[in-house]
Nanobody, 120 residues
Framework: QVQLVESGGGFVQSGGSLRLSCAASGFTSRINTMAWFRQAPGKQRDLVAYITRSGTTTYEDSVKGRFTISRDNAKNTVYLQMDSLKPEDTSVYYC??????????????WGQGTQVTVSS
């Protein structure tokens, strides 16, 4: 079992910045990829960015150059630095961890979500 707790959401004006954090606990040694997703009201949950255990990153096109995902394996924490925020970035942001199962395969774990609201 892995538990994920997000923090850092809030209200910001367009062009502003926020930094999200997600702290993992439990069987953290089995965590592989960590990611941030977001979900706006009435829409599906979409991938924003992910980072592998070795530090390779991938971003959704609309956030490239504005968002930066990073990871501190010693602290079992993943971060999302969000700069040049736009109103369309308004969503609930969810932390995700892909965890290797002792039975083989992988399982997904999710945080509770943190609201990010960007005003125009």
């Amino acid at each position: 079992q892995v538990q994920l707790v997000e923090s850092g959401g809030g209200f910001v004006q367009s062009g502003g910045s926020l930094r999200l954090s997600c702290a993992a606990s439990g069987f953290t040694s089995r965590i592989n990829t960590m990611a941030w997703f977001r979900q706006a009201p009435g829409k599906q949950r979409d991938l924003v960015a992910y980072i592998t255990r070795s530090g390779t990153t991938t971003y959704e096109d609309s956030v490239k150059g504005r968002f930066t995902i990073s990871r501190d394996n010693a602290k079992n924490t993943v971060y999302l630095q969000m700069d040049s925020l736009k109103p369309e970035d308004t969503s609930v942001y969810y932390c995700n961890a892909v965890v290797a199962s002792i039975l083989g395969g992988q399982n997904d774990y999710w945080g509770q979500g943190t609201q990010v609201t960007v005003s125009s």
